[in-house]
C-alpha cells in the first residue's frame, strides 16, 4: 500500500536513530517512520521517501557524523530537488560563546518550545544525551541561552561498564528502585535514580537565570521516561514527543511566507 502524501516533512538525525515525520496542510502529523542508523539505514529511507507524494518542502536537523548527514542530504535531494531546505533558519538569538559548536537538535528543540509555549522555558531533551537548555522569550524574540549536556541512560550504561572491570552491562530500566539488591539492580538504580537527580538539579539552577518566574520544562526525547518518575522536574512541565520536529516545522513555513 503507497504512503499517504503530504505537503511538508521533517527529519531529525541523530546518533543512533533517524526520525521522519509527515505533515499535511493544517500543521497535523499524517505519517512517522523511525529509523535506526545502521548499515541499511539510507536504504530503507530512501524506499519509504520514494513512496511519498505532494512533497513542499523538506527540512533536516542533524547532529550524526557530517559524512552521513551529507549521505542522507544526497538522498533528499535526490527524492524532492529543489524543495530541499538546505540550512533552514531556526530564527532564535544566541547568547552563547563558540555559537557554530551548539548542536541544531538542541537549537530546534528550543525554537519548538516557544512554538508550543510562547514564553520562557527550560528545554530538557533525554535520549542518546541528556541536555537541558535555558530559552528566553521576550518581546516575541527567542533567546537561546545555553544549558548543560550530560550522559543519557544507554551512555551511562556503557561508561559503568567499560570503567569497571568487573561491572556488566545492564540495559537502563526506567523508575529503578534507588535500593538495589544486587549489583545488577545496583547500576540500574545508579542510572535511572542518578539521572533524574541530575536533570532535577541542572533544571533548579537554571532557574535561577529567570529572576522573578518559575519557567516551565518542556521536556522531548527518545529516553524522556526516565524522568517522568519520580519527584517532577518543575511545577509545570509539558511534555512534547517531536520538539525538534516543531522547530524545524517552523522554519519550513517562514522560508514558505518569504520565498
Not at 536533570?199 to 518566574?213: D, F, H, M, S, T
Request: proline share 5%; hydrophobic share 45%.
Amino acid at each position: 500500500m503507497p504512503n499517504r502524501s503530504g505537503t511538508r516533512l521533517t527529519v531529525d538525525l541523530g546518533n543512533t536513530r533517524c526520525k521522519f515525520r509527515l505533515w499535511g496542510e493544517s500543521g497535523s502529523l499524517e505519517q512517522s517512520l523511525d529509523l535506526a542508523v545502521d548499515a541499511e539505514f539510507l536504504v530503507q529511507a530512501m524506499d519509504w521517501l520514494k513512496g511519498l507524494d505532494g512533497l513542499e518542502r523538506v527540512a533536516l536537523c542533524a547532529v550524526a557524523e557530517l559524512e552521513l548527514e551529507d549521505q542522507l542530504k544526497e538522498v533528499l535531494v535526490h527524492v524532492v530537488g529543489e524543495r530541499f531546505l538546505e540550512d533552514p533558519d531556526v530564527a532564535l538569538e544566541l547568547d552563547c560563546s563558540h555559537a557554530e559548536t551548539i548542536g541544531r537538535d538542541r537549537l530546534f528543540a528550543a525554537r519548538g518550545a516557544i512554538e508550543r509555549t510562547g514564553r520562557t522555558c527550560i528545554v530538557v531533551d533525554c535520549g542518546t544525551a541528556l541536555t537541558v537548555d535555558l530559552v528566553l522569550v521576550a518581546d516575541g524574540v527567542g533567546t537561546f541561552a545555553g544549558g548543560a549536556i550530560a550522559p543519557g541512560p544507554e551512555l551511562l550504561a556503557k561508561a559503568l561498564r567499560a570503567g569497571g572491570a568487573r561491572l556488566p552491562e545492564v540495559e537502563p530500566v526506567p523508575n529503578a528502585p534507588a535500593l538495589g539488591k544486587h549489583t545488577r539492580a545496583a547500576l540500574e538504580a545508579g542510572i535511572a535514580v542518578g539521572l533524574r537527580g541530575a536533570a532535577r538539579e541542572l533544571v533548579r539552577e537554571l532557574a535561577k537565570q529567570v529572576p522573578g518566574e518559575t519557567p516551565p520544562v518542556v521536556l522531548t526525547g527518545g529516553a524522556a521516561g526516565f524522568l517522568t518518575g519520580g519527584a517532577a522536574l518543575a511545577d509545570e512541565v509539558v511534555e512534547v514527543p517531536d520538539l525538534v520536529h516543531l522547530g524545524l516545522l517552523a522554519a519550513i513555513d517562514r522560508a514558505s511566507k518569504t520565498a
